[in-house]
C-alpha cells in the first residue's frame, strides 16, 4: 500500500530537482548557504496557505515547551519542523511520504543547524511508524486533502499522542461542493484530491477521540492574504522555487477561496 500511495503522491510533488532549484534560489537571493539562519528560510519553507503567517499564529495556540516532543505529520521540506525546533528548542520528528521532500528536509536541517533536534523520516501518515503514547504536540497541515482514509489519518495521530496531547490543524475543506479548477497545490486532478467539509473533518476527529478546542474559519483572511501574494513583484525565493506551475496553482486556490468553493479551517484539538 505504501508503495502505491507513494508513486501516486510523488507524481504530485516530486520535480527530481528541489534541492537544486532551492540552493540555486538562495544563492540568487544572496544569502550565504555557510552561514545560513533558519529565518532566512521563512518565504519558501511552508507549504501551505498563508504560509509563515499561518504557521506562526498555529504555533501561537499551542504552549510549546523545549520538554515537548513534537510530530510534524505531512512535513513537505520541514518548514514547521524548523520553525518549532529553533522557536522552542524541543525535539521534533517530521514524517513526509515523498522521499524528495525528506532529502531536503535533511539537507536544510543541516544547513541551518537544527539536524540535531530534528529527526526525519519518509512515512505513511496513516501507518506511522511510532508507538503509542510517544508525541505532546502532532501538526497536520495541508495534508488531509490527499487522505482519503481520514478516519485512519486522525486514529494514527491520536494513537502516537499522549493523553491531553494536542493537534493542530490548518485545512482546506470543500465550501460548497461545486467544481473546483485544476491545478490546485495539492492536486494537478481530481483523483489525487480528497476533501471534506469543515463539519464532516470535525466529525471524523471528534471521532477518532479528540475534543475540539480551537476550530475558526479563516477563508476570508487567507484569501486576502493570497491575493496580496500573487500581486507581489517577482522574488527568487518562494514555494515557486521547488512547486511546479505554482502560479497557476496558487491563483486557482485563492479564487476558489475567495468566491467560497474552498474554506480555510484552523483548528486545535485536545486527545482524550
Same mark, same amino acid.
Given at each position: 500500500m505504501l508503495a502505491d500511495m507513494t508513486d501516486t503522491i510523488d507524481s504530485q510533488y516530486s520535480t527530481g !530537482?528541489?534541492?537544486?532549484?532551492?540552493?540555486? #534560489?538562495?544563492?540568487?537571493?544572496?544569502?550565504?548557504?555557510?552561514?545560513?539562519? %533558519?529565518? &532566512?528560510?521563512? %518565504?519558501?519553507? *511552508?507549504?501551505?496557505?498563508?504560509?509563515?503567517? #499561518?504557521?506562526?499564529?498555529?504555533? &501561537? =495556540? =499551542?504552549?510549546?515547551?523545549?520538554?515537548?516532543?513534537? =510530530? *510534524?505529520a505531512g512535513s513537505g521540506i520541514g518548514g514547521t519542523a524548523r520553525f518549532v525546533a529553533d522557536r522552542f528548542g524541543c525535539r521534533v520528528t517530521a514524517v513526509d511520504l515523498t522521499d524528495e521532500y525528506c532529502e531536503t528536509a535533511h539537507w536544510l536541517n543541516r544547513l541551518v543547524g537544527l539536524d540535531s533536534r530534528i529527526s526525519v523520516r519518509q512515512a505513511d501518515v496513516t501507518a506511522l511508524p511510532f508507538a503509542d503514547n510517544t508525541f505532546d504536540v502532532v501538526f497536520s497541515q495541508h495534508v488531509q486533502?490527499?487522505?482519503?482514509?481520514?478516519?485512519?489519518?486522525?486514529?494514527?495521530?491520536?494513537?502516537? =499522542? !499522549? *493523553?491531553? /496531547?494536542?493537534? #493542530?490543524?490548518?485545512?482546506?475543506?470543500? /465550501? &460548497?461542493?461545486?467544481?473546483?479548477?485544476?491545478?490546485? %497545490?495539492? #492536486?494537478?486532478? %481530481?483523483?489525487?484530491?480528497h476533501l471534506a467539509t469543515a463539519d464532516q473533518l470535525r466529525g471524523v476527529i471528534e471521532s477518532a477521540g479528540f475534543a475540539v478546542e480551537v476550530w475558526g474559519d479563516l477563508s476570508e483572511q487567507a484569501a486576502a492574504l493570497m491575493q496580496a501574494y500573487l500581486a507581489l513583484p517577482a522574488n527568487p525565493l518562494g514555494l515557486h522555487t521547488f512547486v511546479a506551475d505554482f502560479e497557476a496553482k496558487a491563483k486557482n486556490l485563492t479564487t476558489a477561496l475567495t468566491d467560497g468553493r474552498l474554506r480555510a479551517i484552523q483548528g486545535v484539538a485536545r486527545a482524550l
Open positions: !530537482v528541489s534541492r537544486q532549484d532551492i540552493e540555486r #534560489a538562495l544563492v540568487a537571493a544572496g544569502l550565504d548557504l555557510a552561514r545560513l539562519q %533558519p529565518a &532566512d528560510l521563512a %518565504p519558501l519553507e *511552508d507549504f501551505h496557505t498563508m504560509g509563515r503567517v #499561518a504557521t506562526h499564529q498555529l504555533v &501561537d =495556540l =499551542l504552549a510549546v515547551t523545549s520538554d515537548h516532543h513534537v =510530530l *510534524d486533502m490527499n487522505v482519503a482514509d481520514k478516519t485512519r489519518l486522525y486514529a494514527e495521530a491520536r494513537r502516537v =499522542l !499522549v *493523553d491531553g /496531547g494536542r493537534l #493542530a490543524l490548518w485545512d482546506i475543506v470543500s /465550501g &460548497d461542493r461545486r467544481e473546483l479548477g485544476y491545478p490546485l %497545490p495539492w #492536486a494537478d486532478q %481530481p483523483s489525487l484530491s
